[in-house]
């Protein structure tokens, strides 16, 4: 183990989280989420990094607070390059510059995606590989088969909107906050979700796609409202459990034709949307019915946060990536990275 001691930042979207990793374990991960963001159902790219501009330097103060770590014990700093909202990544971006030049410490940039995949192995070090992971997160949603700790390759993905997209975009629709996943789980809690029944879209393979599905909530909504003003009113949870029900049928039946199709050791969760309970324990049972092993990451390591970022670093800088002071934000994803 060359490196002991990991800064990790994370700017790419809404949050901002600065963790430490130290000799395998996680000391700090602190995030500032973004309210502001609230009231427009949706992140607003401009006010994101505004905000992250005034919350990069408190949290980082604070994680190293949290860690009981001294600036000058810091080895390397990781930081997310891409994908992203580029203003969102450039305050992370020269926050990292900026602390390793001071520093006189490597720099190393990492794919966000990446990422939210090394966050797998924050609490299972040793994982039965290959793992069949389902990456659900608000900007991206794909199959990935994980062969080892670098290794890993897309064997399906939406050919559209994200899962995470799917849940935001309803509850701007039935008039909830955003982050819609939250939300649409809240609600759903006390609902029945064989009320009501969403068209699922039929992609061949191990694609996806989530347009369809809020488009059909759309149309129903309009539909039952020209009868009953009241209707979403008096329906919300029923409407949310079965909105939820058909988006975790759907991620389920493409899990399990790829499971056929991959036969792995282990099947695993990421991303934001993987926060929600009711896919959690789906994929608990997918994994115990077809005896492999389960990987469900804590809370705070579904959702964007920086411990994922020290640990994807960590693997890159142990096969020798470093990255340049000239390394740029890239905003989509690339495969190759
Ligand atoms: O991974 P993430 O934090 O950010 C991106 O990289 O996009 O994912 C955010 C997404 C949002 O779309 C949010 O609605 C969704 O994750 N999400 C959830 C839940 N918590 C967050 N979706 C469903 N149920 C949840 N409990
Ligand atoms: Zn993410």
Not at 169 to 177: D, F, H, I, R, S
Not at 183 to 208: C, D, R, Y
Not at 276 to 292: D, H, P, V
Request: proline share 5%; charged share 15%.
């Amino acid at each position: 183990m060359r490196y002991s001691t990991i800064l990790g930042i994370e700017s790419s979207c809404d949050d901002t989280s600065v963790a430490i990793w130290y000799k395998g374990k996680i000391l700090a991960n602190v995030t500032a989420g973004q309210d502001v963001h609230r009231q427009y159902g949706g992140v607003v790219p401009e006010l994101a990094s505004r905000a992250h501009q005034s919350n990069i330097i408190p949290t980082l103060e604070k994680a190293l607070k949290t860690a009981n770590i001294a600036e000058n014990e810091i080895d390397a700093i990781a930081v997310t390059q891409g994908p992203g909202l580029v203003g969102s990544l450039l305050v992370g971006l020269n926050t990292a510059k900026g602390l390793s030049i001071a520093l006189n410490k490597p720099l190393i940039g990492v794919n966000h995606l990446q990422a939210h995949i090394a966050a797998l192995f924050i609490e299972n070090p040793e994982p039965a590989f290959p793992i069949l992971v389902m990456l659900v997160s608000g900007g991206h949603t794909q199959l990935i088969l994980v062969r080892n700790y670098t290794e890993t390759e897309v064997i399906g993905t939406t050919l559209d909107d994200a899962a995470g997209e799917a849940f935001d975009k309803a509850a701007k629709l039935l008039g909830l906050p955003y982050p819609g996943g939250t939300h649409i789980e809240k609600w759903a809690q006390s609902g029945n979700p064989q009320a009501f029944s969403f068209p699922q879209a039929t992609v061949q393979g191990l694609n996806m796609s989530f347009s369809g599905i809020k488009t059909a909530l759309l149309y129903f909504l309009q539909k039952e409202s020209k009868n009953n003003p009241d209707f979403l009113t008096e329906n919300l949870s029923d409407i949310c459990a079965s909105y939820q029900q058909s988006i975790i049928n759907y991620l389920t039946s493409k899990t399990k034709k790829a499971i056929k199709d991959f036969k792995p050791s282990s099947i695993a969760i990421a991303g934001g949307v993987s926060a929600n309970r009711k896919l959690r324990k789906t994929f608990q049972e997918i994994a115990q019915s077809n005896g492999l092993n389960c990987i469900v990451p804590s809370f705070e390591y579904c959702t964007d946060n920086a411990a994922m970022i020290c640990m994807a670093g960590y693997y890159l800088l142990e096969n020798n990536h470093v990255s340049g002071l000239d390394m740029l934000p890239y905003p989509k994803n690339n495969s190759n990275r």
